[in-house]
């Protein structure tokens, strides 16, 4: 009979056998594409001439900052729209959950092609005009992942308790909402965050359908001319989507290390 300690031996090499695998299945073609990223012309030696390339073409940073700004806007209009909802889900309406759970699983379940079609006819005739409706777009894509995120870190404090201690001592709901809700929950706000932003910056289907050039788009048009020139893109494509979470990331853990600086002097 194997002891204990074999048995826990054994499961951990499991473990440590699956983690490596799945790093390598993620950073060997990872590392392959940065490899062929930096040959030179016609494939010979290694040097920047695939990243100058990019830098040189019309409207690379035009179509980068385009498709930064709606997702910020749709990260943002996304946490305006559900942290409320999931505070009064968690607090007095539990019984819209089922609703709000459909609700959320259905851009999952409708045809990108009907949804981008639909939603674009019933918007109003000024933001069809405007590049800034996709915004609205890249908010109901992100909703099953946001919605999941948020709901499960919601559940994991004591809300209910928090949110009655707050209102009892006389702060509004926006205060509490700010003050309260938004530090203890930061977490999975700021995973949603991230969801958002991510699915946004990368999102080519529904701007391709409504005809938008964001970044994905200009992407595909433009690494249609040179093939080690697109395998570029994608490799700087994915490292700056790292890096800007990562700032963001950092920015918002230094910031809150300062708070609790701030809180404790005083």
């Given at each position: 009979?194997?002891?204990?300690?074999?048995?826990?031996?054994?499961?951990?090499?499991?473990?440590?056998?699956?983690?490596?695998?799945?790093?390598?299945?993620?950073?060997?073609?990872?590392?392959?594409?940065?490899?062929?990223?930096?040959?030179?012309?016609?494939?010979?030696?290694?040097?920047?001439?695939?990243?100058?390339?990019?830098?040189?073409?019309?409207?690379?940073?035009?179509?980068?900052?385009?498709?930064?700004?709606?997702?910020?806007?749709?990260?943002?209009?996304?946490?305006?729209?559900?942290?409320?909802?999931?505070?009064?889900?968690?607090?007095?309406?539990?019984?819209?959950?089922?609703?709000?759970?459909?609700?959320?699983?259905?851009?999952?379940?409708?045809?990108?092609?009907?949804?981008?079609?639909?939603?674009?006819?019933?918007?109003?005739?000024?933001?069809?005009?405007?590049?800034?409706?996709?915004?609205?777009?890249?908010?109901?894509?992100?909703?099953?992942?946001?919605?999941?995120?948020?709901?499960?870190?919601?559940?994991?404090?004591?809300?209910?308790?928090?949110?009655?201690?707050?209102?009892?001592?006389?702060?509004?709901?926006?205060?509490?909402?700010?003050?309260?809700?938004?530090?203890?929950?930061?977490?999975?706000?700021?995973?949603?965050?991230?969801?958002?932003?991510?699915?946004?910056?990368?999102?080519?289907?529904?701007?391709?359908?409504?005809?938008?050039?964001?970044?994905?788009?200009?992407?595909?048009?433009?690494?249609?001319?040179?093939?080690?020139?697109?395998?570029?893109?994608?490799?700087?494509?994915?490292?700056?989507?790292?890096?800007?979470?990562?700032?963001?990331?950092f920015t918002s853990s230094s910031r809150s290390k300062k708070e609790i600086v701030v809180e404790e002097g005083a």
């Amino acid at each position: 009979m194997a002891s204990p300690m074999k048995g826990k031996l054994g499961k951990y090499s499991a473990i440590s056998v699956t983690i490596f695998i799945s790093l390598m299945l993620f950073f060997v073609p990872l590392f392959s594409a940065a490899e062929y990223s930096f040959r030179g012309s016609y494939g010979q030696g290694h040097d920047f001439t695939n990243y100058l390339w990019i830098i040189q073409q019309d409207g690379f940073l035009a179509h980068l900052l385009l498709s930064v700004e709606l997702g910020a806007l749709a990260g943002a209009l996304n946490l305006i729209l559900m942290v409320p909802t999931i505070t009064m889900l968690h607090l007095t309406h539990q019984r819209f959950r089922p609703i709000v759970d459909l609700i959320c699983i259905l851009p999952l379940m409708i045809p990108v092609v009907s949804l981008a079609i639909g939603a674009e006819v019933s918007m109003p005739s000024f933001l069809q005009n405007s590049q800034y409706e996709l915004v609205f777009f890249f908010v109901i894509l992100a909703l099953p992942f946001t919605y999941r995120v948020l709901d499960t870190s919601f559940g994991s404090i004591p809300l209910k308790t928090l949110v009655e201690a707050s209102r009892s001592l006389g702060a509004s709901w926006l205060s509490t909402i700010l003050r309260i809700i938004l530090p203890g929950a930061k977490g999975g706000i700021t995973a949603a965050l991230f969801l958002s932003f991510a699915l946004a910056i990368g999102e080519f289907t529904i701007t391709q359908l409504l005809h938008w050039d964001t970044f994905p788009v200009w992407t595909v048009n433009a690494s249609q001319q040179n093939i080690l020139g697109a395998i570029a893109l994608s490799v700087f494509s994915f490292i700056f989507a790292v890096v800007l979470l990562g700032v963001i990331a950092f920015t918002s853990s230094s910031r809150s290390k300062k708070e609790i600086v701030v809180e404790e002097g005083a």
